[in-house]
């Protein structure tokens, strides 16, 4: 069965500090990742999404980076973190248009 | 521009309760349309996925409908349990581009014993 996990689970980062987060998919091959930020009040918001490695589309202009070394790695990236950074990081993978969507458990990250 | 809005924002009731979710959406080119459920602090659980070209999809106690042509869906939960209780999101997932999903503001559901 497939599975999706993201780490760590939170996160609380000084303002300019870097960031890395990560997410792998087990259990499938070439599939489609995405990840998506929750604030709070604003509902889910897409900031990336990848149909294969090194491909990269972003939804949003903002400080975050994507990157997708392997098939089902995807890596979520800031040089220097700011404030409004803060919220509810999730990643997520699917195999096409016609299949479900799956979730991972999420990153809080708090920006102080 | 896809817009997808969920009524009510909160919703509180008995436990044993059927009760319905609302989702509706502007743009009716989608692939399909998927039901999820939030826990506080947690990810998202898929409840249901249901196809542009179907009407409805059971699962348990759970039947999520769908009238692409009006831009409407809904989830009818019967028999609920204060288990239930939890933030239910509905997503469509556009035509063409990145097929991404498009999500609403949720429902927050408690289930009263």
């Known amino acids: 069965s497939q599975t999706i996990h993201q780490w760590p689970a939170t996160l609380v980062q000084p303002v300019g500090s870097p960031l890395s987060l990560e997410c792998t998919v087990e259990?499938?091959?070439?599939?489609?990742l995405y990840w998506y930020r929750q604030a709070a009040g604003r509902g889910l918001q897409l900031l990336f999404y990848?149909?294969?490695?090194?491909?990269i589309s972003s939804e949003v202009p903002q400080n975050l980076s994507a990157s997708r070394p392997q098939d089902r790695q995807f890596i979520l990236s800031s040089k220097k973190l700011l404030l409004s950074d803060s919220g509810f990081y999730l990643c997520a993978w699917g195999k096409g248009a016609n299949t479900e969507a799956f979730f991972g458990q999420g990153t809080r990250l708090t920006v102080v | 521009k896809q817009e997808v809005t969920q009524i009510p924002a909160a919703l509180s009731v008995p436990e044993g309760e059927n009760l319905v979710l609302n989702c509706s959406f502007t743009?009716?080119?989608?692939?399909?349309l998927q039901w999820f459920r939030q826990d506080p602090g947690k990810g998202l659980t898929s409840l249901l996925l249901?196809?542009?070209?179907?009407r409805e999809q059971t699962s348990g106690r759970l039947n999520a409908s769908l009238d692409k042509s009006s831009g409407r869906s809904t989830l009818y939960i019967a028999a609920s349990q204060p288990g239930d209780s939890a933030t239910y999101l509905c997503a469509v997932r556009r035509a063409g581009g990145a097929q991404k999903l498009v999500f609403g503001q949720g429902t927050r559901l408690t289930i009263n014993p």
């Open positions: 259990g499938t091959s070439n599939p489609n």
């Open positions: 249901i196809q542009s070209s179907q």
């Open positions: 743009d009716s080119a989608i692939y399909n």
């Open positions: 990848s149909v294969g490695i090194g491909q």
